[in-house]
């Protein structure tokens, strides 16, 4: 037997309480697992750093020995950022302005002797714009290397669906 209109609308007006009451008492089950065990999704940048993985474009790195002078790194930025010097015993090299790079990894890409590569880290402060650019030896500072020697903790983070961000040191 079927109910009046009435005692329809009750029923449901029973059943939303009953599921608004649900979503309030499992909103408050969350707060309390996060009070007791919270997802932290910072970190106490740059005391603790992450490291990206392999292939991550950070900054580009120069290997002056395999360098040899052919400009093609120059001549493939698109925002002209590497641009061809005279070193020493009038040899060409490449220097790089990072207040312009995009890293896109085109010069990398086009090297024809693997003198370019791209580190895993590209966060550093700049006081002014003319240390952006990376010319000589400078440009041939590899800031991985930099980072392992540090004083900082390195970890690997990966994203897990209920713990949220974890966090595997490496070093
Ligand atoms: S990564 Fe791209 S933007 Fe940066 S220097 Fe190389 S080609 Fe130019
Ligand atoms: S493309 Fe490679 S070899 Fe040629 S100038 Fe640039 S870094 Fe040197």
Redesign the pocket.
Known sequence: MTGTYAEKSVSERNLSLVSKAKKHFNAILLWVKLLVRPLRITYRYPLVKEIPDEGY?GF?VLDDGKCIGCSL?AR????S??KMFQAQEKKLRPA?NLE?????????DVCPTNA?KHARTHDTVFEEGESMLYIGDKFTVDPDSQLLTGRVRIYRVRVDERRGLVYEPIR
């Not at 493939?76 to 925002?79: F, K, V």
């Not at 312009?100 to 990398?108: A, N």
């Open positions: 474009r580009i790194c493939i930025c698109p925002a950022a590497m790089i312009r790079c995009v890293f896109c990894g085109y010069c990398v370019l």
